[in-house]
């Protein structure tokens, strides 16, 4: 009686977009029950361990493993020989294990033992005699005439170099009533990834390697990887356990990946290599280090004529994604505010210096660090209200840039106008600057800044897509097959949700399934804030097709024509009247039991209406762009230097907001990211060699140094985008620097070019400014 | 091979007796002989609160202290705060608040937020964020993390 009454109910229309989906993987997270990659052991397993050089430049003179293969409990050692031509890289630069030493961390020999105690103490036996060789450990030294060449195949240390050029630069230059001219020095960060970097690899019988990775690129790592082995991409299988954050450090290979492999099939057990804190400081990629000179002019009424962009990059020894990054500097030098002609250059230069890798933000971190802070010094020089002077200037929807991204819905004028009215920006920025130069020790600041990316993926390959497999089995439980990698960014519960939201089946009723190569389709990675986009499109419209098949055999049993019917809380419902018609499960046993059986198996490839980039990188080669605007608040404690951020207003054109507390989640994240690049985080190098390779001394910001946020969505509903969302996760990290050092500006009057705003840089130009005071 | 010694504790509510080099760290044996990998290592030197355990009550640094310190004493590790029904509350709110991406900070930072809120039911956001001082965490930025403990305390649990 009971359970009819219940099936009597109608239900009612419900959506989940835009609501708080827990992550699928929380509870195991919560309880210590997830085993990630680092907890992983495998039967027979042996423990792999590296020989790093500790030394920027060298000659490798001789090499002597004998005492270190003879200990007991050792299984195999490699040296150079061992990966002799087994190049790997985006320019085929790099190999696993070095025959001459270019950097630091440079992996000299590696060991595969029983413990990490005996491959230790295998690592102290071996005997290496090096020939230091003169270092290059900045662009600029590494352009002179007289610097050493660190590759052979690359000569003046030339790595990669972009340019792009639109408008008459000298033209546009003489049309200009004021121009800033400035040189900003942005400096090495790392990821800091809680998780250290971990990798397991063993081969099967047949020659096949399995590789339990890191990645967030399975499908291209397997083709990046596959040289560093000499082996074919084809027989690797990546399986992708969960991981202690990437933040983009997790797009590439790197030397330990190939040695754990080279090491399986010495011995042919299988191997664990896993870092060390110090050796993850040392050898993990850097966000790119560089020098940027930057010029904008306006006219008197404040209209834009120009931008040029010189930019000098530190590749460091080896070149891995990272030193593509200018092309995303160059994509984003302008794109916020109209600027008619664009001279951009950019060469990265090869020094004895930690590598380059991708990290969230991808070169726009460096980029807006310094578009902003010129933004700001403009309307100074004009007498402008900053907040005006940016909306007079700010791309419009319909508008293209010079570098041909089309902007079809912009939403910046709002994103402007919502972070400024709700800091009350336009009022306090004129008081701080005002109160400015009397007496007190704390000064307050507000700054404004503004960044632009990519927002629908971003094509630089030949496909941006993302595969999708979806069943539904005969109890109505879903299983999502998905390209898409889960970082922890939450992508699992953006799926759940989307697929709960087509089908009307409880969000615990689907699992997604995306850690294995062998079965997951195609996709191009958790990179440029897609994956919510890509990924989300394609399981939606995966959903949507079995939602036909379901609807379209529900009209078949039941007469009712579909366009009445609609699938909520795990029935077929009348639409009209939310009435239950049949329990879903009940349909698809009938579906499946049946004289010509039919089960829910579709498959989906979506491929975003993005340009592929020619050779130039310049097309518009995101199916979407979105603005974000950060106003930062801080106070300047004059006699230590401290900035102290007080509170941060956030206004962000997120398309249509999908899982809020996601969304929410990955904005304050990003912020917290872009905060240490701004007042903390710095890699100490002294000649190419880390200072600072410690929690100690690497200061990752903790709880008590978070501002208050106040976070706003402005929803531009992109067409193209799934329920009209666009991606989000690098914006916070692009933009919140430049408020800051904006703000820093507005509190003491100091422009700050060189991140970060630690006490001692600080306090050190608030005291050269009274020097100066004083003297004058 | 280091010396071994026999020792005998309380682990999560039960008695257990383990031999380990003397020369291992708490946080070692807990993963590597007990099997028990909720608790992380990230830095190894007590700057990242990653494998913060509690002993005899306080919260540790399990990778500052050898293990055979361990010897008569209560150790309560991440597993061993929800019960057979339940996830324990603050493992609840972390899960319901959206505080944990990747995770792996989490097991640490959940012992040191239990151990916070039960020491102190009026627990300030001023005093949360001084007692998280010592966890690193490098997705959240600690928003919600600060939400979900404030939400137990709220709620008396």
Known sequence: MMDQKVIALPIEKTTLIGQRVKKPDAPDKATGKTRYINDMLLPQMLIGKILHAGRPHAEIVSIDVSAAEMLPGVHGVLTGKDAAGLKFGFVRDNVALKEKVCCEHDEVAAVAAETEEIADQALRLIKVQYKDLPGIFSPEDGR??????????????????????????????????FIVDDVFRVHHVTHCCMGTSCAIADFDDNGKLTIWSQTQYPYNYKMDLAPALGIHPGDIRVIQPPVGGAFGSKLDVYPYEPIAALLARKTGRPVKVIYSREEEFRSAPTRQAAVIHMRTGCTRDGTLTFRSADVLLDNGAYTSWGPTIPVVMMRTTSGHYRVPVIDFNAQAIYTNNPYAGSFRGYGNVQTTFATAQQMDMLAEQLDMDPLEFHLKNAQKSGETTPQKAFLRECALDECLSTAAQASDYTKKQKQYALERDQEGRYKKGIGLASAIHNAGGAKIHKSDGCGTILKVDDYARVTVITGASEIGQGIDAVINLI???????????????????????????????????IAGNGARRAAVQARKQILNAATRITGMPAEDLDLRGGFVVQDSSGTKVIKLEKLLRRMHFQPEP?????????????????????????????????????????????????????????????????????????????????????????????????????KVLTAPEMPQLDLHFIESDCSEGPYGAKGASELPTIVIAPAIANAVYNATGIRFRNPPLTPEKVSRAIWEKQQAAREN | MSLKTEINFRLNGRPVTVEVPVTMKTLFMLRDVLDLTGTKYSCGEGECGACTIRLDGETVNSCLMYAVDCDGREVVTIEGLKTAEALHPMQQAFVDHGAIQCGFCMPGMIVQADYLAENNPELSREEMCRGLEGNICRCTGYTKVLDAIAAVVESGQ
Not at chain 1, 505 to 529: F, K, M, Q, R, Y
């Open chain 1, 598 to 698: 039919e089960l829910v198996m579709v498959t989906d490839y979506y491929e975003p209406n993005s340009e592929p980039e020619g050779a130039d990188h310049i097309s518009d080669h995101s199916a979407a762009y979105a603005h974000a605007v950060h106003v930062a608040e801080v106070t300047v404690d004059t006699y230590t230097g401290e900035v102290k951020v007080d509170k941060v207003t956030s206004a962000q054109d997120v398309g249509r907001v999908i899982n809020l507390m996601g969304l929410e989640a990955q904005i304050e994240g990003g912020i917290a990211i872009g905060l240490g690049y701004a007042l903390s985080e710095e890699m100490r190098l002294e000649n190419g060699m880390l200072q600072n390779p410690r929690f100690r001394d690497y």
């Open chain 1, 144 to 177: 002179k005439t007289d610097a050493p060449q660190i590759h052979d195949s690359f000569p003046e240390n030339k790595s990669l170099h972009f340019e792009f050029r639109h408008g008459d630069l000298s033209a546009a230059e003489a049309a200009s009533d």
């Open chain 1, 499 to 533: 697929v709960a939201e087509e089908l009307g089946v409880p969000l615990e009723h689907i699992t997604i399934v995306n850690n294995d190569s062998d079965i997951a389709p195609w996709d191009v990675g958790v990179h440029a804030s897609r994956t919510t986009f």
